[in-house]
Nanobody, 124 residues
Framework: QVQLVESGGGSVQSGGSLRLSCAVS????????VAWFRQAPGKEREGVAA???????TYADSVKGRFTASTDNAEHTLYLAMNSLKPEDTAMYYC??????????????????WGQGTQVTVSS
């Protein structure tokens, strides 16, 4: 059974940093796809960073140069390091797994497995 559990969210001031973690069980990063998504109140879920089956990472334009996604195969953990945070980064952040690698950054509906989310709040 695939399970994903996020942690590391919190409240920070604009310009601050956070690192999110996603502990994954029952799913290997090797030749599979994972991603970070976020959803702010009243908005659609949007892709933040997507890791493909070869380990290549695609970022949303809004976070390029500020966010860094990584995977630790030994620890079965997906990370999202977030720097220079802005109020518009405020959202619930989710990690997700896509065994078919069909979703990429733009099609969250293709992701079969989701964590419960962790809240990130950035104040100005």
């Amino acid at each position: 059974q695939v399970q994903l559990v996020e942690s590391g969210g919190g409240s920070v001031q604009s310009g601050g940093s956070l690192r999110l973690s996603c502990a994954v069980s029952g799913y290997s990063f090797n030749n599979n796809c994972v991603a970070w998504f976020r959803q702010a109140p009243g908005k659609e879920r949007e892709g933040v960073a997507a890791v493909d089956s070869r380990g290549r990472i695609t970022y949303a334009d809004s976070v390029k140069g500020r966010f860094t996604a990584s995977t630790d195969n030994a620890e079965h953990t997906l990370y999202l390091a977030m720097n220079s945070l802005k109020p518009e980064d405020t959202a619930m952040y989710y990690c997700a797994a896509d065994p078919q690698c069909a979703g990429g950054l733009y099609y969250p509906v293709e992701y079969n497995f989701w964590g419960q989310g962790t809240q990130v709040t950035v104040s100005s």
